[in-house]
């Protein structure tokens, strides 16, 4: 495959968690660098968090600082989104992206590769 792969949504309870998986070749992207994004209704694709494959580097936007973990196993070919405490306000398409420059991670245009996306509900 040539695009990485979620899974993992679903509906969950506000304050619950939950954790999306994203699968990508390392083959085809072990020099890239992932990045989780999403997208609500009527909304931008907004930044979430992004990581290398190898390393401790992670960035993360404010709005999912402390409660989200990105993480990644670059032998299982594996990125993982772990969310908690989610709020209403979490309830997006996530998508996983790779892109080659670091510098330009919370830029959407700077990914060469998306996924197809998977639904997260938070209800109420």
């Known amino acids: 495959q040539v695009q990485p792969v979620e899974s993992g949504g679903g509906l969950v309870p506000a304050g619950g968690s939950l954790t999306l998986s994203c699968a990508a070749s390392?083959?085809?992207?072990?020099?890239?660098?992932m990045g989780w994004f999403r997208q609500a209704p009527g909304k931008e694709r907004e930044f979430v968090a992004a990581t290398p494959w190898r390393g401790s580097l992670t960035d993360y936007a404010d709005s999912v600082k402390g409660r989200f973990t990105i993480s990644r196993d670059y032998a299982k070919n594996t990125v993982w989104l772990r969310m908690n405490n989610l709020k209403p306000e979490d309830a997006a398409v996530y998508y996983c992206?790779?892109?080659?420059?670091?510098?330009?991670?919370?830029?959407?245009?700077?990914?060469?590769?998306w996924g197809q996306g998977t639904q997260v509900t938070v209800s109420s």
């Open positions: 992206a790779a892109t080659r420059d670091w510098s330009s991670r919370r830029n959407s245009a700077a990914y060469d590769y």
């Open positions: 390392t083959r085809t992207f072990g020099s890239y660098w």
